[in-house]
Structures are given as structure tokens and as C-alpha cells.
């Protein structure tokens, strides 16, 4: 049996990590009250597997897992080294292939899909060239 993977992480035991609804009232409240202690994730070996035992967009957990501060379930801020493939493994799903798809991929603390990701690099570039393509609105002066 292996050994408990908690009982080595460096948050042990910290209930700042997760504070009360009563602590905070907005994402700015919270980063106020955890940002500071995002930083004891830094050297945590342990971050892919907190996200995946805490599980917070589907949870919409309030707090510190896996590098990241969680607000309802969406990350707010993070460490610079954080990676994608600590999140959890993107799962199919019916709007797969969109933009959609990429958002409830983020939702759900997944790493988007290549064939998600790729819709979201087409639109993008769609929408960048329909903007450039609309006609500047010309100013006529009358006298």
C-alpha cells in the first residue's frame, strides 16, 4: 500500500487554504487572503494530484490546489510555473470542437483538447480577418 500523499504536502494541516465563505465576498477578497500563500505550492510535488483529488471546477471550489486559486470552481490566479498537464485529462464532450467545448474543458479544471483548442485558434483568426476586412466609415464634411 502506498504512502498517503497528504501527509508530505507542504499545505498540511493549513486551513487558510480554504477559507470560510464568511471570509471573503468577492475574487478580490479571496486573492487578498490566499495570494500570498500560493507560493507553498511552488515546490510541492504534489499539484497534479491535488487538483485531482480536489477536483475544484467541479466542486466550484474556494481556495488554494495545485498551484492555483480557485474561485467557484474557475482559477484566478496561479504560479508562473503552473503547467496544463497537472490539470486533469481532457474528457469528450458534445461541444468538442468549438470554442464551447474549450470553455467547458476550463470549466471543469481540464486541459482544453487539441481538436477544442484548434476551433479556438480558427475563430480567433477568423474573427482578427472579418475585423480587418470592415470598412472604415468615411467622414464626409458638407459645406
Do not use: N, Y
Not at 62 to 67: F, P, S, Y
Not at 80 to 87: A, G, I, N, P, Q
Not at 124 to 142: E, G, T, V
Request: hydrophobic share 35%; aromatic share 6%.
Amino acid at each position: 500500500m502506498s504512502r498517503d500523499w497528504t501527509l508530505d504536502a507542504p499545505c498540511r494541516g493549513r486551513e487558510e487554504f480554504t477559507p470560510s465563505e464568511d471570509d471573503f465576498a468577492s475574487a478580490a477578497d479571496l486573492k487578498r487572503l490566499c495570494g500570498p500563500l500560493l507560493a507553498t505550492c511552488g515546490p510541492c510535488p504534489f499539484r497534479a494530484v491535488c487538483i485531482a483529488t480536489v477536483k475544484p471546477a467541479q466542486a466550484r471550489f474556494d481556495g488554494i490546489a495545485g498551484g492555483r486559486l480557485w474561485w467557484g470552481g474557475l482559477v484566478i490566479d496561479s504560479l508562473d510555473d503552473v503547467f496544463e498537464d497537472e490539470l486533469t485529462e481532457p474528457k469528450l464532450r458534445a461541444s468538442c470542437g468549438t470554442e464551447a467545448g474549450a470553455q467547458d474543458h476550463k470549466r471543469h479544471g481540464e486541459r482544453v483538447c487539441p481538436s477544442c483548442a484548434q476551433a479556438t485558434r480558427e475563430m480567433s483568426a477568423c474573427r482578427k480577418a472579418q475585423k480587418a476586412k470592415q470598412p472604415k466609415q468615411l467622414q464626409l464634411d458638407f459645406v
